[in-house]
Nanobody
């Protein structure tokens, strides 16, 4: 059974930083592109970032470029999202997600946010002063 367990969320002031972790199990992690999506009551589900299976290629939604960094450790089966210079509008529940197909790496910005498969409970990030 595919499991994705997110952690690292919390309350942070504007301009602060957080690192989100996602522990993956139940599938061959190193064969799949992975990503992060976030959900807010007002905007619904939004794709944030993705990384290919080997970790060499990354992509981001325009609103987080230069502030967020996605990375992965294929030995530890863990996905990361380093978030710097956090803004009020980054407040959301963040979910780790996997591509439905091994070895695929698509232009996720052009696909529905639900294309990547969410299999965890998410972690809440609240940016507030």
């Amino acid at each position: 059974e595919v499991q994705l367990v997110e952690s690292g969320g919390g309350l942070v002031q504007p301009g602060g930083s957080l690192r989100l972790d996602c522990a993956a199990s139940g599938f061959t992690f190193s064969s799949y592109a992975m990503g992060w999506v976030r959900q807010t009551p007002g905007k619904g589900l939004e794709w944030v970032s993705a990384i290919n299976s080997g970790g060499a290629s990354t992509m981001y939604v325009d609103s987080v470029k230069g502030r967020f960094t996605i990375s992965r450790d294929n030995v530890k089966n863990t996905l990361y999202l380093r978030m710097n210079s956090l803004k009020f509008e980054d407040t959301a529940v963040y979910y780790c997600a996997k591509d439905p197909n091994p070895w695929d790496y698509r232009n996720y910005a052009k696909l529905p946010a639900g294309y990547l498969e969410v299999r965890g409970q998410g972690t809440l990030v609240t940016v507030s002063s």
